[in-house]
């Protein structure tokens, strides 16, 4: 008694061969820049936590307006800014400064913060990674002990 016929095991095995490659091909995500109406969608309301080689930096808030963002680092020390966005730069004024950085999605949730220059051009220096936390915080009195 057969099972399967000559044609249908042939077409099997041709399964079985080709599978490997697919899954060989999909290997991690390039990453791309997080167009604004997406960023908008992601970040309103939630909290972006940053930090350099692993060690946690601070935290960002983007408030629900959709121009403010609220910063606190490390050590409690908060201030509150406005952000725009313009060709895949995001660009935050805060209280006597300008920063700017792209937004890239690494996949899997991981995200990345190159510094550039208002007009997109890349500044050397230490790069920032960043995961969306759910909901806002408030500025508070930094924490002593």
Known sequence: MRLFSPCLMVLF????SVAPLTAQ???PAEPRDIPRAEWLERALGNSVHY????????REFYLPDGQSVRYEDAFGNCQDGRWTFKDAVYCFAWPGSLVCARH????EGRLAF???DTDGTPI?????HGTIVEGGFACGAAVTS
């Not at 050397?124 to 920032?128: A, E, G, K, V």
């Open 13 to 16: 095995s041709l399964c079985l």
């Open 25 to 27: 091909e999909d290997g």
């Open 51 to 58: 930090s350099i080689d692993g060690s946690y930096i601070g």
């Open 104 to 107: 890239l999605d690494l996949g």
């Open 114 to 116: 190159p510094s550039v």
């Open 124 to 128: 050397p220096d230490t790069l920032q």
